[in-house]
């Protein structure tokens, strides 16, 4: 599509801005109008708050596995929820986004956490859900969540990218190698690395050969519960710029599958990245902006 094609959304929050530029500081998103049309994004996570206003009725929570509430009590999966597709803070605003809660959070562990079983439960629920969805753009799926390595949670997702579908997962915010963390490590998933609004690497961000592309993951605005917003970090911010935007090219270029992260490592923005780690990829995802 030609640049007559492009929306500006001025005052955007900085990771959808930055990566529709090659250079970091402007407040502004340029995407095509096609925003994610006819793709379904599932964020399995802690849940979403379907009912917020910024995502405009395109949101649908389909269960919970493991203990805790329905609800999103972690903000997390909301504000994830958020960067993929909703209306002021999302990358492809046209998505759908299906929920499925395999996190709660942990009052004695202060944390949002969730059982590998229920984790691939969670997986397996994705795979029935989407092979009877309209989804003529593709099927994407965000998981912003990791632990040690799991044989058993790689080879779930890797059966899932089998199936077609784009996999984003966060590489972790340890500070250390990705191919020791699930599913990060999976062979077949876009394993995503954060940065901050200076292109700094995010200074707790998981690093490694596994990591594949970096966005933006440090003070980032977003949706959360009960039609509110607020600002979280992690790499958990970074991955669903990244499924956002594989969404965002399907809608767009008509590609689909776990392919397009091989898509979007050709098109970042290479060497930006200030003080990447030695042995990692210096990529910082970019939609393509012809005006970037």
Request: net charge neutral; proline share 3%; hydrophobic share 35%.
């Amino acid at each position: 599509m030609s640049a007559q094609g492009y929306v500006t959304q001025g005052y955007s929050s900085w990771g959808p801005a930055r990566i529709s530029h090659r250079k970091a500081g402007s407040n502004q998103y340029n995407y095509d109008e096609s925003a994610g049309e006819g793709t379904c994004s599932y964020i399995i996570d802690s849940g979403i708050d379907a009912n917020h206003p910024e995502f405009q009725g395109r949101a649908t929570n389909l269960g919970r596995w493991g203990s805790g509430p329905d609800h999103d009590d972690c903000l997390h999966g909301t504000h994830v929820a958020g960067i993929i597709g909703s209306k002021t803070y999302g990358v492809a605003k046209r998505t759908l986004l299906f929920g499925l809660k395999v996190l709660s959070y942990s009052e004695r562990d202060g944390g949002c956490l969730g059982d590998n079983s229920d984790i691939i439960a969670g997986v397996n629920a994705v795979a029935k859900d989407a092979a009877k969805r309209r989804c003529p753009g593709g099927v994407f799926v965000n998981m912003s969540l990791g632990g040690g390595y799991s044989r058993a949670l790689n080879d779930a997702v890797d059966s899932l990218a089998g199936r077609g579908i784009f996999v984003a997962v966060a590489a972790g915010n340890k500070n250390k190698d990705a191919a020791d963390v699930s599913p990060a490590s999976a062979k077949n998933v876009c394993c995503v690395g954060g940065t901050d609004s200076s292109d700094h690497r995010y200074v707790d961000s998981n690093y490694g050969a596994n990591v594949d592309v970096a966005a933006p993951g440090v003070v980032v605005l977003s949706t959360f519960p009960d039609g509110r917003t607020g600002y979280m970090t992690g790499t958990s911010m970074a991955t669903p710029h990244v499924a956002g935007l594989a969404a965002y090219l399907a809608a767009k270029d008509g590609v689909s599958g776990p392919g397009i992260c091989n898509t979007i490592q050709e098109s970042a923005t290479a060497n930006a990245i200030v003080d990447q780690i030695r042995g990692t990829k210096n990529l910082i995802a970019f939609n393509g902006n012809p005006r970037g």
